[in-house]
């Protein structure tokens, strides 16, 4: 049942509301989580689970991203959930020598940003992959990159953190949010009132929505991701594999409207093949596509030419939280006391979920972050609030 | 009908297997409910159920019969499976292609 009152509310139940919460707790916070489904069944439940830092921008987001894989790291160890935590490395395949001149220069300042990053020949590549097509020249190997299974990483956040004391309250959707003194207030929801000091918003692509309660205009626009899932197969791979052109398409060109692919490729511990994934913007549309499946599959083949005749059992797609700038959004709402804002992690949020939890947290209950927070702020985007009171 | 539509779930005293390809246990289904689960990919999240090859087509009428038996919802109110590409499975090379490669092959 929700309870009348809470120090904090957080609303959004997948990864990045169920770390806050779960890392609330560790500094004495009994947190309210509320979802308005069930647990992870918006992006967190609908993406890959790759801890992949190569992919990460150089500078102040690799850098939580670091801190956040190493958390994840620890989290595995201690949580007896299992979340599926594999260590297996991440290879980025380079394809041609346009690649090979990004990827050596980007390796050069992703060490310099503390990852430590391998440049492999092929015959190198080959030795670790076999079943890579030999057009390909070579790649970038790091080998502190992991794999979760997100949604039980989900589940792990989310029953750890009942354990130490939170309230997860699930099927219970935030109607309203009202202030009063130029603080939050008060939340109107589909099983009561609840009066809380504290809110924090870590509804992903649906922020915007709850932005929009206290008059917040919150820059986060959904991005289709379509996934093609096989059979389940013996180890086919043994790292995380990722197309060069990823990291590219994700910051060389943060061109809206352009629907590239870069496609990566993991092995769930189940044995299915995770073949991911599209970048579109197309609204809150999470159909799949055959063209955009075939974007994924035919470049798949191009570089596994034997998995063209793995059987595709399934397809989704998930919608990522994604900001102008590639950079998540973190921390308190000018103007409004006591308003968190913890989303826009676009295709990030399982990497940086602990992270998040960490600064969230702190910030909550120190009003301080052990990270640089001003470039995640909501005010690097020129916004505006107006917010009713109660 | 089918017989396990007869069955009366809560009077079983044996464990049974509810999905096929992944080898998911009612009791699996119970507990997953019990942690909140209410509608069909709910379960699937949670469980598995509906995952494997056969991609719920034999599980979901099991399902959604423990969802009427436990929660007593109507069974025309029991959101389904996301229904997604594709049907039945087919080779990675064929998914959206006009060639069809194993054919060749």
Redesign the interface.
């Known amino acids: 049942m929700l309870p009348n009152k809470a120090d904090v509310a957080i609303i959004g139940g997948g990864l990045i509301g169920a770390s806050i919460a779960y890392h609330l707790t560790l500094l004495g916070v009994n947190p309210l989580l509320i979802e308005k489904n069930d647990l992870s069944m918006g992006t967190s439940g609908a993406c890959d689970g790759m801890l992949c830092l190569q992919t990460k921008k150089p500078g102040v987001h690799l850098k939580i991203a670091l801190v956040s894989a190493q958390n994840l790291k620890t989290f595995s160890h201690i949580t007896p959930i299992d979340i599926g935590y594999e260590n297996r490395g991440a290879m980025m395949i380079i394809e041609n020598e346009d690649d090979l001149r990004a990827m050596e220069s980007f390796a050069e300042q992703q060490s310099k940003s503390g990852l430590e990053v391998s440049l492999f020949d092929q015959k190198a590549t080959l030795e670790r992959e076999p079943l890579l097509s030999t057009k390909i020249l070579g790649s970038t190997f790091s080998t502190i990159e992991a794999q979760v299974n997100p949604y039980y990483l989900n589940y792990a956040f989310a029953q750890l953190a009942e354990k130490n004391g939170a309230t997860v309250i699930t099927h219970c959707e935030v109607k309203d949010i009202c202030t009063a003194n130029s603080r939050v207030r008060k939340l109107s929801t589909t099983k009561g009132d609840c009066l809380v000091d504290i809110v924090v918003n870590a509804c992903g692509i649906h922020a915007p929505k709850i932005g929009m309660m206290l008059g917040v205009e919150i820059p986060i626009k959904p991005q289709r991701g379509q996934v093609i899932i096989s059979e389940e197969m013996p180890a086919l791979i043994s790292s995380i594999i990722i197309t060069a052109n990823t990291a590219a398409v994700k910051y060389a060109e943060y061109n809206r409207g352009i629907n590239k692919t870069g496609v990566g490729v993991e092995q769930s511990h189940n044995g299915n093949l995770i073949f991911g994934a599209t970048r579109e913007y197309v609204g809150f549309n999470s159909s799949t596509t055959l063209d955009g499946l075939y974007s994924i599959s035919k470049h798949i083949v191009e570089i596994f030419p034997s998995f063209g005749e793995l059987q595709v059992i399934r397809t989704f797609s998930g919608l990522r939280p994604t900001t102008d700038d590639g950079l998540p959004i973190l921390g308190p709402v000018e103007g409004i006391g006591g308003l968190f804002i913890a989303a826009g992690h676009g295709g990030d949020g399982v990497c940086l979920s602990a992270v998040t939890g960490q600064i969230i947290s702190s910030l909550i209950v120190n009003g301080k972050s052990d990270y640089d927070i001003i470039p995640f702020s909501l005010s690097r985007f020129s916004t505006s609030s107006s917010h009713r009171k109660c | 009908m089918l017989g396990i539509f007869s069955y009366e779930f809560k009077k079983m005293n044996e464990d049974i297997i509810v999905c096929r390809c992944q080898e998911i246990l009612l009791s699996q289904v119970e507990e997953a409910i019990h942690?909140?689960?209410?509608n069909l990919?709910?379960i699937k999240?949670?469980t598995?159920a509906g995952?494997?090859?056969c991609?719920g087509r034999t599980c979901s009428s099991i399902l959604e019969k423990i969802f009427q038996t436990y929660l007593g919802i109507n069974l025309e109110d029991i959101e389904p499976f996301?229904a997604?590409?594709?049907v039945r499975?087919?080779?990675?090379?064929n998914?959206?292609?006009d060639n069809d490669?194993?054919e060749q092959s």
């Open positions: 942690l909140g689960a209410r990919n709910e999240k949670r598995r995952m494997g090859l991609q996301t997604r590409i594709p499975p087919v080779a990675l090379a998914l959206g292609s490669v194993t």
